[in-house]
T-cell receptor, first 116, second 110 residues
């Protein structure tokens, strides 16, 4: 049973370009979360999605960032017109349930974005 | 004030040492608590959940004090392989919106 798959693992973009990060949740999981980790900081929640629905995007920057989780295919985190401050590790996680007690969240290996 | 605050570290300890990490959280309504371990340029991995009664997993012991909003992790008999960043994590409730501390770096040397 494959884990949470993220690609690309490493991405280099020039300022002003677009970055697209993909995440395939674990088989059977319909809940996806995106987190961002800036250098020397902890992970910060960005967005929580279910199939075709954004449930909580309270951690998403107001501009340039968007996320989707279509009925078919992976979840996509899209960053338009990237700036140097977007350089970070972006982690996707999935869970089979919405939460409840305990912790059943599984992280992917992350996508490292470098903006030059 | 940060929602989850940790000792900044780094902690440099010899093999065999006992080391303790502390963490405080600001949201008194938080429901679940965890310690994660993160190796350099890797994803965070769950080390253990933390319960009010305290829990132990081998050399690792975690404690939660809800009244003080304080969480701790004790590592006994440190191994070289324990070198990593330890993240204190709080889940306010409901779905898996985890709040991470900035982490405490541990370096165990021979």
């Amino acid at each position: 049973n494959a884990g949470v798959m993220q690609n690309p693992r490493h991405l280099v973009r020039r300022r002003g370009q677009e970055a697209r990060l993909r995440c395939s949740p674990m088989k059977g999981h319909s809940h996806v979360y995106w987190y961002r980790q800036l250098p020397e900081e902890g992970l910060k929640f960005m967005v929580y999605l279910q199939k075709e629905n954004i449930i909580d995007e309270s951690g998403m920057p107001k501009e340039r960032f968007s996320a989707e989780f279509p009925k078919e295919g992976p979840s996509i985190l899209r960053i338009q017109q990237v700036v140097r401050g977007d350089s970070a590790a972006y982690f996707c996680a999935s869970s089979p349930l919405t939460g409840g007690s305990g912790n059943t969240i599984y992280f992917g290996e992350g996508s490292w974005l470098t903006v030059v | 004030r940060k929602e989850v605050e940790q000792d900044p570290g780094p902690f440099n300890v010899p093999e065999g040492a006992t080391v303790a990490f502390n963490c405080t959280y600001s949201n008194s309504a938080s429901q679940s608590f965890f310690w994660y371990r993160q190796d350099c340029r890797k994803e965070p991995k769950l080390l253990m959940s933390v319960y009010s009664s305290g829990n132990e997993d081998g050399r690792f012991t975690a404690q939660l004090n809800r009244a003080s909003q304080y969480i701790s992790l004790l590592i006994r008999d440190s191994k070289l392989s324990d070198s990593a960043t330890y993240l204190c994590v709080v889940k306010p409730g409901g779905y898996n919106k985890l709040i991470f501390g900035a982490g405490t770096r541990l370096a165990v040397h021979p």
